[in-house]
């Protein structure tokens, strides 16, 4: 899915982020203290995405100074961990909206109208596909199949699944997110 | 700890005995992801009151499984009763119905839908009884609790390791796999024991063995039915592997968008490793394997298996070009067997029951099952599981009940991004890996995807280039490129504005992709394109000559018009997004063409069918 991938301004990693929030940076660097990392810098590197996912769990997303953080104990590149960052769409660099709202864009629910149903959110949130809103309160963004094919087409909004969501049902979908 | 094989065997009938002097009545819950969304957890409860309400906790044991494939008629639930020997089969239960449902017993509760078995499962009976579909790789999945390890254990689990380990030598195990037929599910077809004996092959200080459970297909969960269900049967799957090709380290590379899965695995790994059946030294014996999960981070392209091997270690997902093969320099460059959980999913029972037994299965050259996730404008959505060989018409009329509203079918998508089309034509095709290819089409991982009349081919086949367009990584011109004229070309053609011209450029196109892509993902993204030319041809001709989309899909070349039975109620005018429908109440209304999106909100939101899709 498309994604935002303007760096901030600023010095590399001054955004701060890590050290704003101790606990979590306590919690980050725990966990890879506890992977088995040894010198040899390949295998550390078989760590970085599971290190990724544990960050981005934390700080719901991974500013440069969580990458620095991470790089810096694997012994790797800032470069070679954006470089995985950008690769995978399940990372983000920029904060995402405390309602995450997902259209399935599998071909189950493709088949049964769901790029309506995206147009229909994009229409009334004001923001396109892979963005978040101004106040932070909602992103959008497309998945792929979650396995609820039967209940085509699926809205997921954090973890709750909304199924049959026709285009008129959006509003309703919007208005739950309270 | 299990110490032997003798020990387990001994172990697992102690299990059954003591299960079989339980509770006699056995409510099998179907709480996979699919079940959870539609709601189960409100219906276990209700049982489980019901249950102690009336004090029956000694008659009735509630037993959460995983998917039962009957994603139709979640929630589903299954009542086996031992004294009766009875199965009874709900779908679609709600909490109210709890009452009735104990009541009932080992009989039909009155009121609640009777869902009919359209499986058999070869190890345990006979006797097809007329069943479409055979069970082997999902047979415990809806059946066993999957985060308990005695429940796997009743159902023989574990006992394909022991007879391996005991009774068989690494060669032996994996000639009894490519004497059983195997091949791979994970799309491509290969030859699993071939795999495995060229892994064997290599002298190496390590080895790995790989579960592929990237499951990238959009549309498809076969392999989360299968992790989520019977997390233990790929466990013991790929220790065996491990055995047969010398590997003392296993990795399941899984997506992280599948949690419940994760979690189940990582129960399932941790009881192993207690029970001795994962470790060093298994089941006291001299072999020792042990598995670790990756995780993916929403990449297609990972599940083609060189890229999956990068991305586990570390590195951007992209893949290289082959030869070597993994199965020589894989990972870390040692000798690596990757192999689809749908095909590990097989190997237990291969070599519990022997490779003659699994023969049986199919056709004789082409042996076994494979799974479907059957979905689109079905009527049944679900999980199927049938034997090789088996028509399209067996699935998608057989176990699917046709399509739905009673529409026309119309195609069969298979295969995915990398696959094609079948048409009614095709219907009675037994299905196997090359009678597909010979279709232009392919057997993918098993997404299965009908449409009907209201499909455009043209923009489906749009729809697979978007996916592709966006999960292309990069790195070779054709794919990266090339799919994106592809997909300019296809936005013409919907938009009205294709010539005949832009078929030839589209087809010629589609060729050099597919002759010059450096891997998998490129190779096959032309297929939906050629494949839906080939068969609907004259569909892509009305888009250019006629200017028409008779499915009604591609909105430049559709118009919403209100007719005369036009009541003037006024619903369409107030649901317009754009406000575009004009008129007084109880008069004839009207439609800006130039202000409407075409969205279809007051087609569908019409009760007096006033508005015409042109
Ligand atoms: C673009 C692409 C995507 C693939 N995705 C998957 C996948 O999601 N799951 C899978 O098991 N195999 C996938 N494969 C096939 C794997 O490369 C590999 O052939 C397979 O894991 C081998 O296992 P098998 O022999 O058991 O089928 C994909 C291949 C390509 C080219
Ligand atoms: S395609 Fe949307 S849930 Fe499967």
Redesign the interface.
Known sequence: ?TKNRVRPTGPIGSDGVINQEPKKRQELADYMSGLNLGDDR?????????C??KAQELFGYLPESVQLFVADRLGLHLSEVY??IS?????TTVPVGRYRINVC????????GAD?VL??FK?HLGIDDGETSENGKFSLGG??????????P?VMVNDK?Y?NV???KVPDIINDCQ | MIENAKHLREHALELGMRQAKGPRTRILVSM???GI??DTEPVLAALREEISRRDLQDVFEVVETGCMGL??S?PSIEVVDGVEGTMTLYGNVVPGQAAAIIEAGPYEAAGVEVLERTWYCPENEENTNGALQARVVLRNSGRIDPENLDSYLIAGGYQGLARALTEMSPEEVGGEVRESGLRGRGGGGFPTGMKWGFAAARKARDKFVVCNADE??????MD??VLEGDPHCVLEAMAIAGYAVGASQGIIYIR??YPLAIKRLRKAIEQARENGFLGSGIMGGKFSFDIDI???????VCGEETALIH????????PTFKPPFPAVSGL?KAPTVVNNVETFANVPAIIRRGADWFKQIGLPECTGTKVF?L???VSK??LVEVPMGATLHDIVYGVGGGIRDGREFKAV?TG?PSGGCLKADHLQTPITYETLRALDSMMGSG?M?V?DSD?CMVN?AK?FLD?TL?ES?GKCTPCRIGNKRLHEMLTEVCAGRGTQETLAKLKNLSHTIKDTALCGLGQTSPNPVLSTMLQFEDEYREHIEDKKCRAGVCRHLISYVINDDCVGCTLCAR?C?VDCISGQRREKHEIDQDKCIK???CH??CKFHAIDKR
């Open positions: 899915m390949d295998r550390n590197r078989g760590f970085l995405i599971q990724l996912h470089g995985v690769f995978y769409s399940y990372f864009m599998g071909t189950a629910c493709f088949v049964r309506r147009e229909e229409r998945l792929r199949c979650v396995g609820a094919c039967s209940l085509a699926v699944v199924g026709a285009p008129d | 996979g992801t699919c969304a539609a994603c139709h979640e990238g297909d959009p549309g498809a969960f989360r039915a992280a968008e990756k995780y993916g981070a929403g990449a297609f991305s586990i270690e570390g590195h951007r997902g992209e870390w996730a979905a689109g404008k959505v679900g998508q995915g997404g995807i449409m499909d489906v729809f996916f966006d990584c649901n997004p969205c279809g909100v569908s939101l």
